[in-house]
């Protein structure tokens, strides 16, 4: 009682409350496609990526979050065309960009003078940071975003399977890919403040794995993946709060906790 | 559903002086060759010799070097809605969770009658039950019904199928021959595939294409499919063994 009388009390509770449910439906809709197209190492890599875009805002004096999507869409576009226009294998392409990137996000921070506590939150994550300007972009992109995933589930999943299956059927497999691209980038770093760079892409991949798992249709695939990913999220949030610890560490060892106990559960179902 | 209508001596595939290469390196060269609407047509041919690239370059997943096709006396992009497709590869994790349902709700179009699942699914020979099967657990056969039954669930004039009897065993493939033969039957489709067994494309088609880098037969598999063209078409290191007046034809490559 004494815990929700706080977080009725503390705005940033709130606010990181309500930014970690629209990520975990957001990342857990998105990982559904992800996995199924192996595309894990995808969101690794934007989270790294982005932080160039984070410590050139910050180095501005700019709101972080807003110009941090920006540079996610530029890091997804620029993977979708290198893919198409080298030939190289995806991984390649993401590993060369999001060390590029890196790199310059660390020279770009060697210019800003002194202790960077904003920088450290994006890191590792940081309940505490959550700001107004980052829940209204975390809101309006997650609406969007889904929206759009709303649409083109179908389409998008078929592509999955079969992209030359999916070309002959009609649908705009390049536009879709690209969609998908830029809107995995830009949840991916929309969940950064909260889970931190070096976590954020965890929350693709733990909840739809775990949820493949304990199902065996695609329907109930995607509605557990994105229960596993609120209570996830719910749980690391609470937990951090109550023992102030980094937000992205307690949730990526819920969520890792919540797969091992599956796993478990699952190999012994097997065994029976 | 009844048979469509058939326009006489309408030409399903029109392909004329058609070539592709592949980093400049020509996969064929000035292929032309018609096939009759209603017709089920096979590409025969040695490995390499640019059957599968044939038609990809029919459905514009290739892009052609030179030359014209039309399909239905269009181009595809004016007729695509008349088109389906069944790749060789339809790799997938075979734990993903997606029922047959599911997969074949994919393409379904919006407002398609509800029973329009059940009634393809027995088009294709299987129990309704399938449906809830997760499509990991469907045999080869099986999932190269799934597959056909998906592609005609929108009833498609021209049905496309890439290497069909890989990988399915001889029950499998009787039940295929049955498939194909039904849909020409029923649904007037035209079918062309691309195939490597002689024997099943000699029981099923009335059109044969013999590519090997360039054309070297087209017509029926009767008047065209001689040892002699076989042994042109596979090489010497082929053996072809004719049995039944000629009709039938083994080869070991």
Request: contains cysteine; glycine residues 6%; charged residues 15%.
């Amino acid at each position: 009682m004494n815990l929700l009388t706080e977080i009725i009390t503390f705005p940033f509770l709130q606010r990181a409350l309500v930014a970690g449910f629209l990520l975990g439906l957001l990342l857990a809709s998105l990982g559904v496609i992800a996995t199924l197209r192996k595309m894990a190492f995808f969101g690794e890599g934007v989270a790294h990526a982005s932080l160039a875009g984070i410590a050139i805002a910050i180095f501005a004096g700019i709101a972080p979050v807003p110009f941090a999507v920006l540079w996610a869409v530029i890091i997804a576009v620029l993977i979708y065309w290198l893919e198409r226009k080298t030939k190289l294998p995806s991984d390649t392409v993401i590993g060369i960009l999001f060390t590029a990137s890196m790199a310059l996000g660390v020279i770009i921070m060697s210019f800003t003078q002194g202790y960077q506590p904003e920088l450290l939150s994006f890191l590792f994550g940081s309940i505490l940071t959550i700001q107004n300007i980052d829940l209204v972009v975390i809101s309006v992109s997650s609406i969007m975003i889904l929206s759009w995933l709303g649409a083109s589930l179908s389409s998008l999943t078929f592509l999955s399977l079969s992209e030359e299956a999916a070309q002959v059927a009609g649908i705009n497999t390049k536009l879709q890919t690209l969609l998908f691209y830029i809107a995995l980038a830009v949840a991916t770093v929309l969940g950064v403040k909260i889970l931190g760079i070096v976590l954020v892409s965890a929350l693709i991949v733990l909840p739809p794995a775990t949820s493949k798992m304990l199902t065996t249709s695609f329907k109930n695939y995607f509605i557990v993946s994105i229960v596993i990913s609120e209570i996830t999220i719910l749980l690391g949030l609470l937990f951090s709060f109550v023992y102030d610890l980094p937000s992205g560490a307690v949730i990526v060892l819920v969520g890792s906790f919540i797969f091992v106990l599956s796993a478990i559960m699952n190999s012994f179902s097997k065994q029976n | 559903m009844p048979a469509k209508s058939k326009k006489i001596n309408e030409v399903a595939i029109s392909v004329e002086h058609l070539s592709v290469k592949y980093e400049n390196e020509p996969v064929f060269t000035d292929i032309t060759f018609d096939i009759p609407a209603g017709n089920i047509a096979a590409i025969l041919g040695p490995n390499g010799s640019g059957k599968t690239t044939m038609i990809k370059t029919i459905l514009d997943l290739v892009k052609k070097d030179s030359g014209n096709i039309l399909i239905f006396g269009k181009h595809l992009h004016e007729n695509r809605h008349r088109v389906a497709y069944v790749p060789q590869n339809f790799e997938f994790d075979k734990q993903f969770p997606m029922t047959v349902l599911e997969f074949m709700n994919l393409t379904k179009h919006k407002g398609a009658d509800e029973n329009i699942v059940q009634g393809k699914i027995a088009e294709v020979g299987l129990d309704s039950e399938v449906l809830s099967k997760r499509l990991g657990t469907l045999s080869g056969g099986q999932m190269q019904r799934v597959l056909i039954a998906q592609a005609i669930l929108n009833d498609p004039d021209l049905l496309i199928l890439d290497e069909p009897s890989t990988g399915i065993d001889v029950v499998g493939e009787a039940a295929f021959v049955q498939i194909l033969k039904h849909l020409k039957e029923k649904h007037n489709t035209t079918i062309l595939l691309v195939s490597h067994d002689v024997s099943l494309v000699l029981t099923i088609v009335d059109t044969v294409i013999c590519l090997n880098k360039k054309l070297l037969c087209v017509g029926s598999p009767k008047s065209t499919l001689t040892a002699k063209k076989l042994a042109d078409l596979y090489g010497n290191d082929s053996h072809i063994h004719e049995h039944h007046k000629g009709h039938n034809h083994k080869i070991d490559l």
